[in-house]
C-alpha cells in the first residue's frame, strides 16, 4: 500500500486565498517530486527537491523539502482558477531509489 | 518527440474478456512505470522497468494482470481475464534516468461492464 500519505484529501478555497498541503513518508527519502493532474487530465512534473531543507519556488508555489527528508510541502500564494487540480508527491519510497511510489493526493478546488 | 503515447485512450469491454493497453514511452528513456488510477485507491504502481527488464511487480494485483517490455519503445499491460474492478484509468509514464522526472501518457480509460 501507500507509503507517502497526503493532507489534506480535499481543499476547497476562494480565488485569492492561500493553500498548502503536505506530504509525509514513513521513511527518509533521497529525493521528493511534486505532479499536478489537472481534471480528466495526467500527472505532470512540477519540481524535485534533494537537500534537506531546501526551499523552492515557482512564480506563486513554495516548495520545501523537511529537514529530516521525511516530509514536505507545497504552498501556493493567491490562489486562481488556473490552479484546480490535484497535486501528488511522489518519491523512490519502497527500497529501491528507482522507483517512484505517488502520494495520496490533495485535490484542490478554487471557487471563483 | 511526441511525448508518452498511450493505445486505446478508451476501451469498453465485457467482464471475461481480454484487454491488452499499450505504451510507446519517450525514445531514450530507460525507465517505464504503468500506473492505475481510481478514487478509491488513487495512483497505484503496478509494475516498473528498467532497460526493459521488469524491475517491481509487486503492485500487480493478482495474476490476472501480466506486463511486457519487448523492446525499448514498447510494453503492454494485459488484464485477462477481465472484471468490472478492474475500471480504472491506466498510466504510463517513462523517465530518463533515476530520480528524473517522469512523463505521463495521456492515459488509457478501461471500463469493464
Known amino acids: 500500500g501507500q507509503q507517502v500519505m497526503q493532507i489534506p484529501q480535499y481543499q476547497h478555497v476562494q480565488e485569492g486565498e492561500d493553500f498548502t498541503t503536505y506530504c509525509n513518508s514513513s521513511?527518509?527519502?533521497?529525493?521528493i517530486q511534486w505532479y499536478k493532474q489537472r481534471p480528466g487530465g495526467h500527472p505532470v512534473f512540477l519540481i524535485q527537491?534533494?537537500?534537506?531543507?531546501e526551499v523552492k519556488k515557482q512564480k506563486r508555489l513554495t516548495f520545501q523539502f523537511g529537514e529530516a527528508k521525511k516530509n514536505s510541502s507545497l504552498h501556493i500564494t493567491a490562489t486562481q482558477t488556473t490552479d484546480v487540480g490535484t497535486y501528488f508527491c511522489?518519491?523512490?519510497?519502497?527500497?529501491?531509489?528507482?522507483?517512484?511510489?505517488f502520494g495520496s493526493g490533495t485535490q484542490l478546488t478554487v471557487l471563483p | 518527440d511526441a511525448g508518452v503515447i498511450q493505445s486505446p485512450r478508451h476501451e469498453v469491454t465485457e467482464m471475461g474478456q481480454e484487454v491488452t493497453l499499450r505504451c510507446k514511452p519517450i525514445s531514450g528513456h530507460d525507465y517505464l512505470f504503468w500506473y492505475r488510477q481510481t478514487m478509491m485507491r488513487g495512483l497505484e504502481l503496478l509494475i516498473y522497468f528498467n532497460n526493459n527488464v521488469p524491475i517491481d511487480d509487486s503492485g500487480m494485483p493478482e495474476d490476472r494482470f501480466s506486463a511486457k517490455m519487448p523492446n525499448a519503445s514498447f510494453s503492454t499491460l494485459k488484464i485477462q481475464p477481465s472484471e468490472p474492478r478492474d475500471s480504472a484509468v491506466y498510466f504510463c509514464a517513462s523517465r530518463g534516468g533515476m530520480n528524473t522526472e517522469a512523463f505521463f501518457g495521456q492515459g488509457t480509460r478501461l471500463t469493464v461492464v
Open positions: 511522489a518519491g523512490p519510497v519502497g527500497g529501491s531509489a528507482r522507483q517512484l511510489t
Open positions: 521513511t527518509t527519502l533521497s529525493n
Open positions: 527537491l534533494v537537500k534537506s531543507g
